[in-house]
Nanobody, 122 residues
Framework: QVQLVESGGGLVQPGGSLRLACAVSGLSLDLYGIGWFRQAPGKEREGVSGISRGGAFTYYADSVKGRFTISKDNAKNTVYLQMDSLKPEDTAVYYC???????????????WGQGTQVTVSS
């Protein structure tokens, strides 16, 4: 059974940092890429960042470029999203999912986690 579990969310002040983790079981990250998405209340789910199955290719939404960094630890079968210089508009529930692609096309993603809340507020 494939399972993705997000963790690391919380409340942080503007300008602060958080590191999210996506722990994967039931499949190997050597074979699948991972994408991070977020969804704020009343808004559509949007792509944030992704990493290819080999880890050599990463991609980011324009809104987070230069502030967020995605990485993976194959030994732990876990993908991380380091979020720095956080802004109130980053507030959302963050989800991870598996993919064989390299875009933010939702149709290319499956095995969604339950999400972790990130709130950026003073």
């Amino acid at each position: 059974q494939v399972q993705l579990v997000e963790s690391g969310g919380g409340l942080v002040q503007p300008g602060g940092s958080l590191r999210l983790a996506c722990a994967v079981s039931g499949l190997s990250l050597d074979l699948y890429g991972i994408g991070w998405f977020r969804q704020a209340p009343g808004k559509e789910r949007e792509g944030v960042s992704g990493i290819s199955r080999g880890g050599a290719f990463t991609y980011y939404a324009d809104s987070v470029k230069g502030r967020f960094t995605i990485s993976k630890d194959n030994a732990k079968n876990t993908v991380y999203l380091q979020m720095d210089s956080l802004k109130p508009e980053d507030t959302a529930v963050y989800y991870c999912a598996t993919t064989l692609g390299r875009t933010f096309n939702l149709n290319d993603y499956s095995n969604w986690g339950q999400g972790t809340q990130v709130t950026v507020s003073s």
